[in-house]
């Protein structure tokens, strides 16, 4: 496995399963709120950079404990759920308390709470775990998730007119289901 292959799987997973995602709906909601888009991406930037570097570095941890078989079972089937999870849309619940702090501190807390054990952050704790280079991962996964949720900060509801959301839940599922099946048989392939 390469950085590359790591990157780029870590990237596309997240971007793909952020469409749609309570973040992603988060992100639009504080644009909309603040009309200050690059400071809200900022914030997204960092409340991401440390919710991954976490998730990242719990899923190298537990290739450190878990019997490989175990691992690429659990792994995955831990990403074939995902692809099914990723079908059922998000909501997003607003809470206007935390305007006082401004859109900066407002969106690394709200962003960073939010990604707390969301698909998005789950999906991290397994690439971290299938991949084992938490740097790369957590490059890759934040990339994505600046991707997603810079549509969503800059381009907002116009970007639905032109793509469902539908459209990147499937794909998004896809890719869970194909990262599944890949982690499981290249477990046996290794043997």
Do not use: C
Not at 1 to 12: D, I, K, P, R, V
Not at 47 to 75: C, D, E, K, S
């Amino acid at each position: 496995m390469t950085g590359l292959e790591a990157f780029l799987a870590s990237t596309l997973t997240v971007t793909l399963a952020e469409m749609g995602d309570k973040t992603q709906l988060l992100a639009f909601a504080l644009s909309a709120r603040f009309r200050r888009p690059w400071t809200v991406m900022l914030g997204i930037f960092i409340a991401t950079v440390f919710n991954h570097l976490l998730a990242a570095a719990a899923g190298g941890w537990i290739t450190q404990y878990i019997p490989p078989v175990v691992l690429a079972w659990g792994l995955g089937l831990s990403f074939i759920g995902f692809g099914v999870w990723t079908l059922i849309p998000d909501r997003y619940d607003e809470n206007p308390e935390l305007d006082k702090f401004g859109p900066l501190l407002t969106t690394i807390v709200l962003f960073f709470i939010a990604e707390i054990g969301d698909k998005t952050q789950l999906a991290t704790v397994l690439l971290g775990a299938r991949y084992a280079n938490v740097v790369v991962v957590v490059l890759g996964t934040t990339l994505g998730m600046l991707i997603a949720d810079g549509l969503a900060v800059f381009l907002g509801s116009k970007l639905e007119r032109f793509v469902p959301l539908k459209f990147f839940h499937r794909m998004a599922a896809v890719l869970f289901v194909v990262l599944g099946v890949v982690t499981v048989s290249a477990f046996y392939v290794r043997l």
